[in-house]
């Protein structure tokens, strides 16, 4: 599987790219803004996009939706909890200084133990409450995609709208702590690290 990472936007979040090696079937996961560079990125491994993905409807993961589902014609998938919040990201950007294009519905929405398919690859969604009502981790053998639910040494933050620390606590101690320990875990802001790693020195779970 082909994985890349871009750092995209003010608040510097992490937008993924999957593709699968043999079909060039690819998925582009949390694009919150420099749509130029993820179809850059895509056309330099000569990737076809099928789906684009938010783990959860937060402007600085999903502001790019518009300008590269114009592009790619990629189906949008989002948690039904969250797809709301897709029409509101004009209004959520301006409350940090900052500006967002409100993004287009989801074509699809997605729930918990869906699987998405691309190429020869599987995602299992995960529901993980708790950043967002609608927030989601994505699996594949023992690659995680953790979105804002999870991150190194720390958690996302649950004091915006639909968040809960409890809620958030819950999830991950349910939902991801359970996963082998060597799974990778590719975070929503910040470097990755693994399930293991974050058993033992997360203050948050401890």
Same mark, same amino acid.
């Given at each position: 599987?082909?994985? %890349?990472?871009?750092? $995209?936007?003010?608040?510097?979040?992490?937008?993924?790219?999957?593709?699968? #090696? !043999?079909?060039?079937?690819?998925?582009?996961?949390?694009?919150?803004? !420099?749509?130029?560079?993820?179809?850059?990125?895509?056309?330099?491994?000569?990737?076809?996009?099928?789906?684009?993905?938010?783990?959860?409807?937060?402007?600085?993961?999903?502001?790019?939706?518009?300008?590269? %589902?114009?592009?790619?014609?990629?189906?949008? *998938?989002?948690?039904?909890?969250? #797809?709301? *919040?897709? @029409? !509101?990201?004009?209004?959520?950007?301006?409350?940090?200084?900052?500006?967002?294009?409100? @993004?287009?519905?989801?074509?699809?929405?997605?729930?918990?133990?869906?699987?998405?398919?691309?190429?020869?690859?599987?995602?299992?969604?995960?529901?993980?409450?708790?950043?967002?009502?609608?927030?989601?981790?994505?699996?594949?053998?023992? $690659?995680?995609?953790?979105?804002?639910?999870?991150?190194?040494?720390?958690?996302?933050?649950?004091?915006?709208?639909?968040? +809960?620390?409890?809620?958030?606590?819950?999830?991950?101690?349910? %939902?991801?702590? $359970?996963? +082998? !320990?060597?799974?990778? $875990?590719? /975070?929503?802001?910040?470097?990755?690290? /693994?399930?293991? %790693?974050?058993?033992?020195?997360?203050?948050?779970? @401890?």
């Amino acid at each position: 599987m082909i994985i %890349r990472t871009l750092e $995209v936007g003010p608040i510097m979040a992490n937008c993924y790219i999957l593709g699968c #090696e !043999e079909t060039k079937e690819a998925v582009v996961i949390d694009p919150g803004d !420099e749509a130029d560079r993820i179809l850059m990125t895509l056309a330099q491994d000569n990737l076809k996009v099928k789906y684009i993905i938010n783990t959860h409807g937060h402007f600085d993961h999903v502001g790019a939706n518009k300008e590269l %589902r114009d592009v790619t014609k990629a189906e949008l *998938m989002i948690h039904a909890e969250d #797809e709301h *919040m897709l @029409s !509101e990201l004009t209004q959520h950007a301006a409350a940090f200084g900052l500006s967002a294009d409100d @993004s287009p519905p989801a074509d699809i929405t997605i729930a918990d133990n869906d699987k998405i398919k691309f190429g020869n690859i599987t995602l299992k969604v995960i529901h993980t409450p708790g950043h967002s009502r609608g927030g989601i981790c994505l699996l594949t053998d023992k $690659v995680l995609i953790a979105g804002d639910t999870l991150f190194a040494g720390s958690i996302g933050r649950t004091d915006l709208p639909g968040g +809960d620390y409890d809620t958030l606590i819950s999830s991950i101690k349910t %939902r991801l702590l $359970v996963l +082998d !320990e060597d799974t990778i $875990v590719y /975070t929503g802001h910040g470097p990755e690290t /693994t399930i293991g %790693r974050e058993k033992q020195i997360n203050p948050f779970l @401890s």
